[in-house]
């Protein structure tokens, strides 16, 4: 079974369409991320999510909308889409209350805009 | 703000040592973890360390940790032509994971 899985692995869209990708785990975690990692493979923490509400938001433009609908699911939402967004995503999980909350991470997805 | 700076690329030969390093800011730094990318895959965490730990062994891993100066590094022995991929040592303060900026491990024969 897939702990942290997320869909679509490839995403090719158009400048100014409107997309989601989705993540679920099933480790019973507590905590979910979202991170980009760009083409030079810099990886950047966007929101952080803890039993469904918003901890971390980072810097990140408007145009992107995370949603928890529960414990298990992080969706992301992005309005408008630019050429700057192109990026692979990743989303990830953490037991908040481990004692080695080591974060376990998804495919990730590829995002094309073009 | 919290910064984590490792070098981009490192070359070894296949049975030589790796040693990957990794400096960060955050003195918060509650783990400190060593996660491996490999070509179009996800993150697959290899190892971590406990702030108050100086080192931790675990088979051909070896992390180091220099609290005092902020610094981590992660020693592969006997690095195999599986061990290229991206390596990421990543902070925790709190409920926030940090990464650095990736340090690529090419192995050549």
């Known amino acids: 079974d897939t702990a942290v899985s997320q869909t679509p692995k490839y995403l090719v869209t158009q400048m100014g369409n409107d997309k989601s990708i989705k993540c679920e785990q099933n480790l019973g975690h507590d905590t979910m991320y979202w991170y980009k990692q760009d083409s030079k493979k810099f990886l950047k923490i966007m929101f952080s999510?803890?039993?469904?509400?918003?901890?971390i938001n980072e810097t990140v433009p408007n145009r992107f909308s995370p949603k928890s609908p529960d414990k298990a699911h992080l969706n992301l939402h992005i309005n408008s889409l630019e050429l700057g967004d192109s990026a692979v995503y990743f989303c990830?999980?953490?037991?908040?209350?481990?004692?080695?909350?080591?974060?376990?991470f998804g495919q990730g997805t590829r995002l094309t805009v073009v | 703000g919290e910064d984590v700076e490792q070098s981009l690329f490192l070359s070894v030969r296949e049975g030589d040592s790796s040693v990957i390093n990794c400096t960060y800011t955050?003195?918060?730094?509650?783990?400190l973890y060593w996660y491996k990318q490999e070509p179009g895959a996800g993150l697959q965490l290899l190892t971590y360390?406990?702030?108050?730990?100086d080192m931790k062994q675990d088979q051909r891993l070896t992390v180091l940790l220099n609290k005092k100066d902020k610094h981590l590094s992660l020693r592969i022995a006997d690095t195999q032509t599986g061990d290229s991929a991206i390596y990421f040592c990543a902070e925790r303060a709190a409920s926030k994971l940090t990464f650095g900026t990736g340090t690529r491990l090419q192995v050549t024969l």
């Open positions: 955050d003195s918060s730094s509650t783990y």
């Open positions: 990830a999980s953490s037991p908040r209350l481990a004692p080695v909350a080591e974060a376990f």
């Open positions: 360390i406990f702030s108050n730990m």
């Open positions: 999510y803890n039993n469904k509400e918003l901890i």
